[in-house]
Each structure stands twice: as C-alpha cells, then as structure tokens.
C-alpha cells in the first residue's frame, strides 16, 4: 500500500497569511493526489484534483501543486471559513489511501 | 442536484452485523462508481472498499475481507454496505462517495454513524 503522510499535523494561522500543507507517498504517485477539506461534523469536500486541478465552486485562493512523492496544498489570503482538517488522497494504485490529516486553526 | 442520502445511526453489539444504505440521485446510476469510506471518532479516513454499478464487481479492502459485503439495487437506485463480526473498533461514521473511474470523491453521503457497544 502506498503511504501518504501529511506535515504539518496542525496549524495556527492568521486571517491573511499564506498556508502551506504538504503530502509526502512513499513511493512516486505522479499527479495522482486529491485534496479535501473537512469541517467537524461534515462529508470531507473535494477541493483540488490530480494535483492541481480546482473543483467547480473551490475558491481560487486554494491551489495545488506537485508531483512524484511530494505534493502540496496552498491556501492564500487565509480567510475564516477555511478552518477544518484537510485531507491528501493518491488515486494512483489500489488501495485508495489517505493522509492522517492536518487540523488548521485560525487564530 | 447529485444526491447520496444514507440511512440513519445504528448501535450494535459485537459479534452482529450492520447493513448501511446509500441512497443516489440527480445522476446517471451507472456512470459513477461507489467507495465506502469510513472515520473513527477522532481518526481519519479509511478507504473500505468499491462497487461497480454495470456489474456489481467489488473490491474491498484487505483487512476488510471476509467481513465486508457491497451491493446494489438497480431497481431502487440504492448501494449497500454489509458489515459482520462487528467489534468496538468498527465503530466510525460509515460515508458512501462517488467517482468516476480514477478515485476523486467529488460527492459524498452524509454519514452513517454505527456504534458498537455491549
């Protein structure tokens, strides 16, 4: 199985900043990694595909980049509603495996 | 509108089993393929399994296998996960989530939670 482990496991940002969150495979999954955001008590939501690619209605401060064993997630202008745990997800073999998650508070 | 609409929360005490619906609708049935995804209280997610809605074919999860059962009722539109031998560390919210081909969830269900108590 294909390990993904996502860094930071938390943050603490301030409304503006710029976050960055980073997803590491244990083995090459090419642009093969989707990103979701999930708020407690919720579905996760997909946000990001094949690495880069924005889901219909996603903000365009999120942005993904990446390839190979690290991939990452961008948030700019950090705006309120973007608390929650984010989650990578490689697509590229089977199992489907996940990230542990990264929690992101604002401060 | 793309609806999967699950069946509500179930307690269960070890060693029975549990059975889970996902309801779908506002799509073409059989374009999408269904994933089971499943969240312990506090944990990630863990992939459990896939359907194919043309011919049912399944792919479950290794450490799943023998436990876990998928299907389907094209009559009613409506996907099924079938768990047994149920123990405490089964409990989780149980999602459903469709994809194409290539796993990327772009809808999921609600949530089922199941809770596995004596």
């Known amino acids: 199985d294909i390990q993904m482990t996502q860094s930071p496991s938390s943050l603490s940002a301030s409304v503006g900043d710029r976050v960055t969150i980073t997803c590491r495979a244990s083995?090459?999954?090419?642009?093969?990694l989707n990103w979701y955001q999930q708020k407690p008590g919720k579905a996760p939501k997909l946000l990001i595909y094949t690495a880069s690619t924005l889901q219909s209605g996603v903000p365009s401060r999120f942005s993904g980049s990446g390839s190979g064993t690290e991939l990452t997630l961008t948030i700019t202008s950090l705006q309120p509603e973007d608390f929650g745990t984010y989650y990578c997800q490689q697509s590229y073999s089977s199992p489907v495996t996940f990230g542990q998650g990264t929690r992101l508070e604002i401060k | 509108q793309v609806q999967l609409v699950q069946s509500g929360a179930e307690v269960k005490k070890p060693g029975a089993s549990v059975k889970v619906s996902c309801k779908a609708s506002?799509?073409?049935?059989?374009?999408?393929?269904i994933h089971w995804v499943r969240q312990a209280p506090g944990q990630g997610l863990e992939w459990m399994g896939v359907i194919k809605p043309t011919d049912a074919t399944t792919a479950y999860a290794q450490k799943l296998q023998g436990r876990v059962t998928m299907t389907m009722d094209t009559s009613t539109n409506t996907f099924y996960l079938e768990l047994s031998s149920l123990r405490s560390e089964d409990t989780a919210i149980y999602y459903c989530?469709?994809?194409?081909?290539?796993?990327?969830?772009?809808?999921w269900g609600q949530g089922t939670l199941v809770t596995v108590s004596s």
């Open positions: 083995q090459s999954i090419g642009t093969y």
């Open positions: 506002g799509y073409t049935f059989s374009n999408y393929y």
């Open positions: 989530a469709r994809t194409l081909y290539i796993p990327l969830y772009d809808f």
